[in-house]
């Protein structure tokens, strides 16, 4: 019945409150695990986290993981994964029972295994190295849904599978065709936050893109544009086509501030400056300022200024929320905003102070460039700040006695100067 219901897109809240405790009231050896498998999917994909219900299927399913397929094994992974549930136990066992039987998974039996454990931020190393190992065997047959999620589990957690890789560059190139927005995004996403280029695969992916632009969304738009900038990937005619097609969501309020920073972060590491996509943003970022997190002023005001854009009413709303957030910023945050507003010759006095009272609470902790971007920032803008410049010139001092290395030539021309 709660499968039929999943299958339908039947939320019925009282059918399926009365579905769970008749589950949690039977004894557990009542049902199989077939039973098992498809009332936990049922209710992931109706979105119900019922704690008894899936407790109670978390110790029927202990007891039983012999017998579950491998179908079985990585639906119900994938299912408590989509309702953010980690069991211990369970999730254990499922590894421990995936090993015995990884020759039998197929290509969404193996997305799905790793898709599971990487939404729970859990690494497994062992189970990922099967994963891997088996999936380069049969991935000649995987879909784009296989593809994705298999690059997309390995990049989150961080497990960098050249053979791997290549062989989901190699079949994806093979049914590029067959990718939608959502699976070209998350692919390219992947592949950059594994700092993996293949160039005949990135060129594929920027001719699909451009050929399905009607399909995209502000945030598919973001990542495609952050995805090209991280692996140095500057195709101009593409970024021309993200920097129109981006153009519309923002304006019409539909980007969230992630989504904003992300396009702009892009745009500006490949110098590309588009006045029309900026314009855009900076209307949106205005509205929304609030929204903004520190990360995010710091990278939006970093952004304008690699591109030479001195927008002055979007410069003082971002100057306006740094100060409220001042407490928030890191180290590398502020010394990134003190240099874009110096770098776009930009003197916001209230700004400034606050930076260096930031600063100096946290000037321990600044690195050799955060030191030397901070410093010459004020200078450049003309603010004198003596007690700030005496407590860089104190970090500074030791740190170039103890590891020259440390401070680049860059770092200690920008301090004296």
Known sequence: MAWACAVSALRDLPLLDALA???VAKPAEQFSAQDLSNTVWAFAKLALADSPLLDAISAAALVQLHEFAPQNLSNTARSFASLAIWQTPLFDGISAWTLRRIAEFDCQGLSN???AFA???VFDMPLLAAVASAAVRDFDHGGPQDLTNTAWAFAVLVVKDQQLLEVIAGRAMEILAEFHSLNLSNLSWSFAKLAY???????SLSQRVSATMSEWNARGLAMMAWSCAALAWCDRPLFGLIAVAAQKPIGAGDASVQD???TVWA???LVAADRPLLNSVS???AKVMEQFEARHLSITAWSFAMLGVLDRPFLASVASAAIMKAADFCPQEISNLSWSFATLGYLHAPLMSQVSAASLLRIAEFGAQDLGNTAWAFAALGVVDNPLLEAVAEVSIPSLRRQPSVMIPQNVTNIVW
């Not at 280029?197 to 060129?203: D, F, K, R, V, Y």
């Open 21 to 23: 405790a008749a589950v």
């Open 113 to 115: 295994m790793s898709w």
């Open 119 to 121: 939404t729970l931020s």
């Open 197 to 203: 280029c293949n160039i005949p695969l990135m060129t």
């Open 260 to 262: 904003m920073c992300n």
């Open 267 to 269: 745009f500006a590491t």
């Open 283 to 285: 209307c949106l970022g």
